[in-house]
């Protein structure tokens, strides 16, 4: 059986392909600069050239596949180019996709994950979509802001989190690609427990024997402190529109899907911060 991950340096990918070499399987990922990828994912894995903005590759790159993996098109989600994808998947016979969407955007009518999973289920390909809610990692990168200086700075008020773990992410995607029964299914994918951002203050702080505070900020304060950091306003606003749908309630929900297609409990973010922000380890930011 051939699976092709597109994506496989990526976040989602790469704990993919390890949770798929964890299990036995010899994965191929699909990617732009091979030899890079090959110092990132190392043996046990096959590579092919892939480019998603130059769809004369994606022939050669899904010739024998049985099952394939992809995220929406980077840099802007364009569904044009999912729908060029999946003509040529559908052309190779692939058996069986699985798509990776977004719990916040994923289900927004008029958003471009939205608008891929709205062709997906019109299409006639057996489809399989996850929804991931927030990344705990995301607390070393975008939704760190300001840890370096103990504190958790973001616009989210009293707003809660079902944060799900990124080594999960690669345990249940490899899983649904391994096993069968999970044509026309949707998983929301979550951790066991809802928590605002005070909890998660508390944990890391907890974990790091550090004193982490959140701060809870305007919209025009958080855009501009984003702006001081080196964003772009465009990108400070775009993270604006998902706070908001956090306030909401978009990543509140808590499900037992991850139970259901792993066996087991996801790990809690008590757990991952005693992992990655334990034993007194400095908090760095990206």
Not at 5 to 19: D, E, Q, V
């Amino acid at each position: 059986m051939k699976i092709l991950i597109i994506g496989a340096t990526g976040n989602a990918g790469s704990n993919a392909i390890k949770a798929l070499k964890a299990k036995g399987v010899k994965p191929t990922a699909a990617v732009r600069d091979i030899e890079k990828a090959k110092a990132q994912l190392g043996e046990g894995v096959d590579y092919a050239y892939f480019d998603y903005l130059d769809k004369s590759t994606y022939d050669a790159a899904l010739e024998g596949v049985n099952k394939l993996f992809f995220i929406a098109p980077p840099p802007k989600k364009d569904p044009a180019i999912a729908r060029e994808l999946m003509q040529a998947v559908q052309k190779a016979g692939v058996d069986f996709v699985l798509f990776q969407s977004g719990g916040t955007s994923g289900t927004y009518k008029g958003k471009p994950l939205y608008e891929i999973e709205q062709d997906l289920k019109n299409s006639d390909a057996n489809v399989c979509i996850i929804r991931p809610a927030w990344y705990m990692q995301n607390f070393h990168t975008w939704l760190g802001t300001t840890l370096e200086d103990d504190e958790i700075c973001l616009p989210t008020g009293k707003a809660k989190v079902a944060y799900f773990d990124l080594k999960d992410l690669g345990i249940a995607i490899a899983e649904i690609l391994t096993t069968d029964g999970h044509v026309g299914k949707i998983y929301s994918l979550t951790g066991s427990k809802a928590i605002d951002f005070d909890e998660v203050a508390a944990a890391i702080g907890k974990a790091s024997s550090r004193n982490v505070q959140y701060r809870d900020m305007t919209n025009e304060g958080y855009v501009n402190k984003m702006v001081e950091k080196g964003w772009s306003a465009e990108a400070a606003k775009y993270c604006i529109w998902l706070y908001d749908r956090v306030k909401a309630g978009s990543e509140e929900e808590v499900t037992d899907d991850y139970k259901t297609i792993v066996g087991s409990e996801p790990t809690s973010f008590a757990e991952f911060a005693m992992r990655e922000f334990g034993k007194k380890q400095a908090i760095t930011v990206s």
